[in-house]
């Protein structure tokens, strides 16, 4: 995405925010300031002195570090390897390393294991890991793209704390996220960006998160909140004792699916909450059948479905918002209109008859219908492109999205698995979203929604179970549950049905969930 | 785009400022794809000539010499059609491989299965005397069949075993070595002819047609090549079973989330590609020896690869490619007369399938950028020029 005419200065010692839709730049302007691409005009000045980065090492030299939304880090290796990977000419591989690692976290209360297996860490030690990286290559200015994405409220807080800490210790911490609520309470300045420009500049005591919204999108902040129910007693989806056990990296059989059963109605969405690895992916993936369990059935409107392929399923009517867009849900080097077929290859408009009608003769594609339905859906979904034959890698993520989106509900789905459906999402294209799946949960429209933002979880959802080590353990009603009632039985320490004004964690977490209400 | 407080006339005014935003920017890209298609052949053109004059240089000899000696005599009217001929199981053999690379499989065992597939063809017609009309399509069905048999080996050892495709279609191709060693022998499937061994000849019948050209004929197995190649375009680029191939091709886990079972198609895509390379053998067994002997022509499966990755995969490319090997195999020939080294040529062919490799890899990364950041710019300056006007804000 391209920027033009930005302007932002970063005091030292302070954690600036970074705002903005997503395709807004905020990315490319972070790739610049990291030496990954290079600006065609501006300049970029360090501690008043201009600087040229042609590479993230020139970066890195001139003391920025940077904390990747996707973590980049060797899964098996230890915590200290991967930190002196690559780094081996700072303090050496040994002894000096561990001592340098163990006064960085010290100093910042990291809480560091360095002889730790980065794959037995859960994602906010992860994160730790990767600031460590960069403070441990003398990282002066630290910057975290969407820090906050992938955690609990718990996490978010102890994050914020080591924020704080950097900060105190004279660190500067620039910090992108979509989040107004975590920008206010995390930041001690806040630039906007719109459409590859920056558009304000702001300070967190004279904004509401309303304010915060309107200037970066135009227009006022979406919610996800869908009061009126629609739910009927007609079961379109019913799992019953789903297990699935894989062999983790260790050899080791272990169940990630451990008797799952549910039942979704039609015009009803199921929200499953829970920290990311306890089994939501397994369990999309059983249902789209891209994973055979070892036990249990599946039915869908009526019909077992339990043995049929993946593609006997779409056909039956569930459509897929997959997590990871990427991987599974585009050809990122095909055109658009080649991703419009793609899960669909079967059904009309991309469908045309057998090669001279002939039966026994290859059935052919109809590109003609491939194409003009793309157009309809960019047209339709407000999917920002230049044209349908674009690959799909070269729009921003949100678009993307927008049109995965638009895909699968022009196939008009009985069952919709949206799996983190809004994640990386743009406000605007997220009210998008959830618009979408609302209108056709009116029309019957039955939705597993699988998402890591616990206030869409509670906002769009009908019903709320918490997956926890590959079970479900605990239900709450979305009208009156709150993001921390739901973070405690997401770790672990709550089960059952989550009852908002008996349970005792409520007096700890009361204010603040007052407050979020 | 939000519509908030957008009159319909106004909306109606945007789609149109944004309908010839589209026109104009699918013009564009498409001039440019055309820009980008030509930088790449013509860069690893001018680099392969640049190189290979820099090694004919090196050996004391002069560059420009060789390469008018080449022109010269690779126009003569004999050598195009020696050159057509020769290109006739190289596009064939390119296009075997060519299915299994549009989908990350490296059918490295094409000429196992060529040699494997014409020797039980040939087998198979020496002993038979029908009319030609049934026994050719019988000879060619047998190659393709047995041909598809010997790589579909390879197939389901992946997909039920997890073996790499490269390592069983290696070993195959010295598993077809033997086998053919082992049945061509007197007492078994071959008869001796002076020190050779070959099989029983084809009757008559069953001699495939030629197209009389000046001074020799051209092979009337061209047609099969030609078929290969229109099936290969139209299956892969227009029928539901070519997208699901390709879609493997570009990310596995994305077509097995389509609905594609990918192990289904490893192994389809394994016999079609055998089943093409057992079409390799024919114009030799059916336009010019009539028998499998311990001279059939091998090493053409391995052509082939280096044919593919220069023709990139697609049926002009390839057949381009075919060509070119054609020609510089012929006129290496004469080169040596000249006292050029006989391995120029193969450092030639070695220079240019690398030089093209890099040229097209370097070119489709730059046009990916190019196109990225175009999409970016044109967004940005559509979004702009939409925000001078009064109305998108609440």
Same mark, same amino acid.
């Given at each position: ?72 880090? @060797? ?116 630039? %906007? ?23 970066? %999108? ?23 004792? =789903? ?39 397994? =369990? ?24 049929? @392929? ?44 057998? =090669? ?115 079970? =479900? ?45 | ?79 195009? +059609? ?292 175009? +999409? ?19």
């Amino acid at each position: 995405m391209a920027n033009r005419d930005i302007d932002i200065a970063v005091r030292r010692g302070t954690v600036h925010a970074l705002v903005g839709e997503n395709g807004a730049g905020k990315s490319t302007l972070m790739k610049i300031l990291y030496g990954m691409q290079k600006p065609d005009e501006g300049t970029i000045s360090i501690n008043g002195e201009r600087a040229t980065l042609h590479s993230p090492a020139d970066a890195i030299a001139r003391g920025i570090g940077m904390v990747h939304q996707h973590f980049m880090l @060797a899964d098996n290796l230890t915590v200290l390897e991967n930190t002196v990977l690559g780094a081996e000419g700072l303090h050496g591989i040994g002894g000096r390393a561990r001592q340098r690692i163990m006064e960085l976290s010290d100093a910042y209360q990291l809480g560091i294991r360095p002889d730790e297996l980065v794959e037995d860490l859960g994602v906010a030690d992860r994160q730790r890991v990767e600031i460590l990286k960069a403070l441990y290559r003398g990282a002066r200015t630290l910057i975290l793209d969407e820090p906050t994405a992938v955690l609990v409220p718990q996490e978010v807080d102890a994050l914020f704390a080591n924020l704080r800490e950097l900060k105190a210790e004279g660190l500067t911490v620039v910090f992108i996220s979509h989040k107004l609520g975590e920008v206010l309470s995390v930041a001690d300045a806040i630039t %906007v960006i719109r459409r590859g420009t920056t558009v304000a500049s702001v300070s967190p005591g004279e904004t509401t998160p309303k304010q915060l919204a309107e200037l970066m %999108v135009g227009s006022e902040l979406p919610t996800p909140e869908t009061r009126e129910s629609t739910v009927t007693d007609a079961p379109m989806l019913t799992a019953e004792g =789903l297990r699935l056990s894989a062999t983790d990296s260790d050899g080791v059989v272990r169940a990630v699916l451990d008797g799952v059963s549910f039942t979704i109605h039609k015009g009803e969405v199921l929200g499953i909450a829970g920290v990311e690895g306890n089994g939501q992916a397994e =369990l999309v993936e059983a249902v789209m059948g891209m994973r055979t369990p070892k036990d249990g059935t599946l039915t869908l409107d009526g019909a077992d479905i339990t043995r049929l @392929a993946t593609r006997g399923r779409r056909e039956g009517g569930i459509g897929y918002i997959p997590e990871d867009r990427h991987r599974h849900a585009l050809l990122l080097e095909a055109p658009l209109w080649e991703n419009r077929i793609l899960g669909h290859a079967t059904e009309p408009p991309n469908a045309g008859g057998r =090669l001279f009608g002939i039966p026994g003769l290859p059935r052919l594609l109809a590109l003609r219908g491939a194409r003009t339905d793309s157009a309809r859906i960019v047209d339709a979904y407000d999917v920002r492109t230049p044209g349908i034959e674009v690959t799909a890698a070269s729009l921003s993520g949100g678009n993307q999205q927008k049109f995965i989106v638009g895909r699968e509900m022009s196939h008009r789905p009985k069952l919709l698995i949206a799996a983190h459906p809004t994640r990386g999402v743009d406000v605007g294209a997220q009210a998008q979203i959830w618009d979408q799946i609302r209108a056709a949960r009116r029309e019957g429209l039955a939705v597993l929604l699988i998402s890591a933002d616990l206030d869409e979880l509670i906002g769009l959802s009908d019903t709320l179970r918490v997956m926890y080590r590959g079970r =479900l353990v605990a239900d709450a009603d979305p009208a009156t549950v709150t993001p921390q009632e739901l973070g405690s039985a997401m770790t672990g320490t709550a089960s059952g049905h989550l009852e908002h004004p008996d349970t005792p964690q409520d007096a700890a977490w009361g204010p603040a969930s007052e407050e979020e209400r | 785009m939000n519509d908030l407080g957008e009159t319909p006339e106004q909306r109606a005014l945007h789609r149109h400022l944004e309908d010839r935003y589209w026109l104009r920017l699918r013009g564009r890209f498409s001039k440019e794809k055309l820009i980008l298609a030509l930088a790449a052949p013509v860069l690893a053109i001018v680099a392969a000539l640049v190189l290979s004059s820099l090694v004919i240089a090196a050996s004391g000899k002069d560059p420009l010499h060789a390469f008018s000696v080449m022109i010269d005599f690779g126009s003569k009217s004999d050598s195009q +059609v020696w050159i057509v001929n020769k290109a006739i199981p190289y596009y064939l053999s390119a296009a075997a491989v060519a299915i299994g690379f549009r989908m990350k499989l490296f059918n490295i065992g094409v000429d196992g299965q060529y040699r494997v597939a014409a020797f039980f063809a040939a087998a198979v017609g020496g002993a038979l005397a029908l009319p030609g009309a049934i026994q050719i399509p019988i000879i060619i069905l047998t190659a393709m069949a047995v041909g598809a048999v010997w790589a579909g080996i390879a197939g389901v050892l992946k997909t039920t075993r997890g073996v790499s495709e490269v390592i069983t279609t290696i070993m195959l191709n010295s598993i077809a070595g033997s086998l053919i060693g082992y049945f061509l022998s007197e007492d078994k499937l071959a008869v001796k002819d002076g020190n050779l061994f070959h099989t029983t000849n084809l009757p008559d019948s069953s001699h495939f047609f030629t197209i009389p050209t000046d001074p020799k004929p051209i092979y009337g197995t061209i047609v099969i090549a030609i078929a290969v190649g229109l099936a290969y375009w139209f299956v892969l680029g227009r029928t539901r079973f070519g997208f699901d191939l390709r879609a493997v091709g570009r990310s596995e886990p994305a077509a097995a989330a389509s609905g594609v079972s990918v192990k289904r198609m490893v192994v389809t895509s394994m016999l079609l590609s055998g089943a093409v390379a057992g079409l390799v053998g024919m114009p030799t067994l059916l336009n010019v020896s009539y028998n499998y002997g311990t001279d059939f022509p091998a090493g053409i499966g391995f052509t082939g690869i280096a044919i593919a990755l220069l023709g990139r995969n697609h049926p002009i490319g390839m057949a381009l490619a075919a060509l070119l090997w054609g020609f510089l195999e012929r006129t290496g020939i004469r080169l040596e007369f000249e006292d050029y080294a006989q391995e120029i040529v193969e450092v030639m062919q070695g220079i240019i399938v690398l030089c093209v490799v890099i040229a097209y890899e370097t070119v489709r990364r730059y046009g990916l950028r190019v196109q990225q950041r175009k +999409v970016g710019e044109e967004l940005s300056a559509r979004a702009a020029g939409t925000n001078d006007k009064p109305e998108v804000s609440a």
